[in-house]
């Protein structure tokens, strides 16, 4: 478990933290570090962070009833760096993220030996902020990304197969905000964004002849999108009125409004929202489309929100709202064949509910959130008449942090899962998981540039279960039992 809080470019000063813990059966750790220096119109900032963890300590069992553990095959190694730098209204920014984990499931039915999978990313922007009036500022911004995802290796290659390729985004962007009057304003911005992909033979130096549709080994798209938002502050209401227009090659145009209402009183608050969004297909999803197409994935979302001051210790929000999916770009995953397509429409509704309680000595809130499917016609994702796969229809959440003293907190937090719907062994279809309750603690001391920590990660050691959203032919993935884990922390 690692907690990183990143020392901005802007500041003066830096960190240096370290968490190991110990679940049944194994050690792990993870270290962070940050600084950061100004000086003048210059400013630099550096974050690095590594762990060596694993996703569990059980054993997973596939839907044909094959066992494996994962307490040694299931091990995280990521490492993640950020260079930053800026001179006045320029900042520059370079980021390395190398991901990776090791896999003992594969499509569901264990492999002899576990693949490690690799994402690595390297990400590098230039942003300038041209402050053009003294209601006007105006920012361009340039960013790239070059990345290879799901690169396996595995020792026995015929059993895991592997995605490689390279893939490479070019991005601008001109964004613009404008103070028209004291309480009105305009944000207005336009995008181009170019990804390319490449397949890479690892056998030789060579590319293969062919790998994607258009009957070469690499393939791009170019998309284009532009948006504007006016926000309106009046006696009665506030109100935001916004819209994004995108087109991409492959999938054509699609604009998207949103509109907020919003007003706050003394005591009580109220937000009304309305708001649609397009998931653009990536190049994967367009080049293993079934049937040789794939259009975008379009999501409506209604929500009306209130919150009301008992006191000035006590409070509540709640929340209710409804969520529509229109085209969905499902992934059909068979041992015959696999792509994506696009499903009829999923709809969802339900409200949440947060209860706080803030004092000097000690807070604490109590969260419940319900939802039920509506239209649920697609059997791949499908659970029962009122459910989707994996996802459950009551959760409670809560934490308490008690201020023993200046320097000595203590924390309880926790959270309770209605029973969830999944394809687990030794059922032939459909059955309930159990329950799930887990309970977290964590005990810090702070005296001047340090702190020490010690903490219980489910601390009832509960059976945990990650089951797969959809009919894809994995059993439910076991997460870690109870871990003991402390925190080392320096800030100079």
Sequence with gaps: MIRITTKGASQNGGYAVVTPSYADGRFSEGYGAGIGY???DWRFSFNG????????NRKYTSLSGTNVDLTHNSDMN?????LGAGWRDLDLKFIYDAYRYEDAVNYGDPPHSASNTKFDSFLTSAKYDAHAASWLK???QFTYRHQIPWYVESANSAEVGSYDVETDRYQADLNGIAELTDNSGIMLGMRYQRDSARAIDTSSDTRPASEYYNGHSSIAYDDIAGFAQYDLDTRWVNLSLGGRYETQDAVGGHFVP???LTKAWEKFHLKALYSQAARIPAINVVNDAIGGKIEAEQTSNYELEGGYRF??????????FYMEVDKPIIYLATYASDGYYNGTKLSTYGFENELRWDRSQFSAYL???LYQANDNNIDYARGDEGRFLAAPAHKVSLSGTWHILKTLDWN???????ERLAYAYPSTGIMGLDPEFVLNTFLNYRFRKFSVGVGVANLLDSERYAPQPYAGGSGPLPLKGREVFAKLQLQF
Excluded at 49 to 56: K, T, V
Excluded at 311 to 320: A, F, P
């Design 38 to 40: 100004t000086t003048n």
């Design 49 to 56: 962070a590594y762990s060596d963890n694993y996703l569990s």
């Design 78 to 82: 990521p490492l993640f760096l950020d």
């Design 138 to 140: 105006i920012t361009p």
């Design 258 to 260: 949103r509109v907020a």
């Design 311 to 320: 006191t000035d210790s006590l409070s509540w929000v709640g929340n209710i």
């Design 367 to 369: 969260s419940y959130s």
């Design 412 to 418: 309880v937090n926790g959270f309770w899962l209605g």
